[in-house]
């Protein structure tokens, strides 16, 4: 009776912190609008010459993101549907939730639903609370294309993958093959940082069959040939050249690894104490010990050394973060909240192939239950993460003192006299940006990227931020 208890408590406490996480971002979808920052110039590209000719302009002008791309030119203003900005983060957000749902599921799917959802809650609820900002995951389409959508897509794979090794062969099998390819063709053609994640995972689970396990893996070597194709056509694009040639920071090697890992270095330190990563591993270990103890299903993928798999997570997040150091001297926070993800991720799988090796050691003797005091303190410490999220403070900050609902009145505003026929539109700054929605917007020089690509959706000749005006609304 008290077991059952204790579950409904923490299955309480996980709905508790999973809304405290999803709800506002909810709330803050529905004041969302369209960044300046390349949403208009996608749009804009589309809209004059047509949606598989700006295919064909970006693969040779500029990036070889084909699946990114697809996406960004078809965002909601090249159908003219202004207010469906509002509805990508909540997809986004969603989305996000359904493919973490489906990775537990698949790896625990004898269990309740309530369990399996509490779960979901609980690692959702980690993702987010560990995130350095919101905005460029969820808000900014450009970024969502780029960095949430193949964020998304591999974990879903990963269920994918662990979903294929337990079909029996036959047509079902083989079509989940197909799927999986395809998944790897979506996931490299999003970007070129989660092409190399994809990459190391793929490689690095033929690697672990192949060495430790002594067998060739015919599946995953297909996954792999069909990744490095798919990386080769992001690659060959004539326009990656003239972007490379854009960016005028020299990068300096020795100094940029240094830079990397006094990022990692900080931002570790902010990822173990300031999350409920360590908290959670307390929850976790139970579950651990079901996946990795003997006659398991999915013991085999779990019997790695945890050293070297640890080791594999931290030079993997090296390797994500370290190319935006050296070309831009900083990594952005959409690279950043990639590498948490990853981190969280690396974290339980170590920590379950730790639970594997103990198993091991101690002749298939069960790890104890954690001390009741010890489960009490676990809990207080995942309640205050909650309280400790700079991202959370920020999004409820944003939404409660009404500076998102003030932006979103202003830039509708806005909207609506972009829509007015005008040579040369002088247009008022906005008096409040959300940190959580906000990214960029328009400057006072008509010739800057972002005007130009404003005033050319909308059919004006030039489009200028004046500083002099009073802007629309005063902040609440």
């Known amino acids: 009776m008290k077991q059952v208890s204790l579950s409904r408590i923490i299955t309480a406490i996980a709905l508790l912190l999973f809304l405290l996480a999803y709800g506002p971002l909810l709330w803050l979808s529905t004041h969302n609008h369209p960044s300046a920052a390349d949403d208009y110039c996608f749009a804009d590209t589309s809209v004059r010459y047509g949606f598989w000719q700006a295919q064909v302009y970006y693969y040779n002008g500029w990036t070889g993101r084909y699946f990114s791309n697809m996406l960004v030119h078809a965002n909601p203003l090249v159908w003219g549907w202004y207010n469906g900005f509002r509805l990508i983060p909540t997809l ?4 996000l939730v359904a493919a973490c749902y489906a990775l537990i599921d698949t790896l625990f799917p004898d269990r309740l639903v309530r369990v399996r959802l509490a779960i979901t809650g609980l690692l959702f609820f980690t993702l987010i609370v560990g995130m350095q900002g919101v905005a460029e995951t969820f808000f900014w389409t450009a970024a969502v294309a780029s960095y949430t959508v193949p964020t998304i897509l591999t974990i879903y794979l990963l269920a994918v993958l662990l979903r294929w090794y337990q079909l029996a062969p036959g047509g079902f099998r083989n079509l989940t093959s197909i799927w999986a390819g395809v998944l790897v063709f979506t996931i490299v053609g999003s970007s070129e940082t989660s092409l190399v994640l994809l990459l190391i995972i793929l490689g690095a689970a033929f690697g672990c069959q192949l060495l430790f396990r002594r067998r060739f893996d ?8 069909v ?61 651990a010990a079901a996946l990795t103890r003997p006659g398991s299903r999915l013991a085999g993928l779990f019997r790695f050394p945890p050293l070297l798999m640890g080791a594999g997570v931290l030079l993997t997040i090296l390797l994500l973060v370290f190319p935006s150091v050296y070309g ?22 170590t920590l379950t192939t730790a639970t594997g090796w103990w198993y091991r050691r101690s002749n298939d003797q069960p790890i104890g239950i954690a001390p009741i005091w010890t489960t009490g303190l676990a809990a207080v410490w995942l309640m205050a993460t909650a309280f400790l999220s700079p991202v959370l403070h920020q999004g409820y900050y944003d939404l409660l003192s009404g500076h998102a609902a003030t932006y979103d009145r202003e830039m509708t505003l806005r909207h609506a006299q972009l829509l007015q026929p005008a040579d040369t539109l002088r247009l008022q700054p906005i008096s409040v940006y959300p940190p959580s929605l906000f ?3 328009i400057k006072p020089d008509k010739h800057h990227w972002w005007n130009r690509c404003q005033s050319g959706y909308y059919n004006h000749k030039a489009i200028i931020l004046d500083t002099t005006l009073v802007s629309l609304t005063p902040v609440p």
């Open 92 to 95: 986004a957000v969603t989305a």
């Open 218 to 225: 015919g599946f995953l070597a297909g996954l792999l040939v």
């Open 227 to 287: 990744g490095l194709v798919s990386a080769w056509l992001v690659f060959r694009a004539p326009g990656n050249a003239i972007r490379l040639g854009a960016n005028t920071d020299e990068g300096n090697v020795l100094l940029s690894l240094k830079t990397t890992l006094q990022t990692l270095g900080l931002a570790g330190l902010n990822w173990l104490w300031r999350s409920p990563l360590l908290p959670l591993s307390v929850f976790w270990l139970p579950f």
């Open 328 to 349: 831009l001297g900083l990594a952005p926070v959409r690279v950043m909240n990639l590498a948490w993800v990853v981190f969280v991720f690396g974290w339980f799988y």
């Open 439 to 441: 990214l960029e917007d």
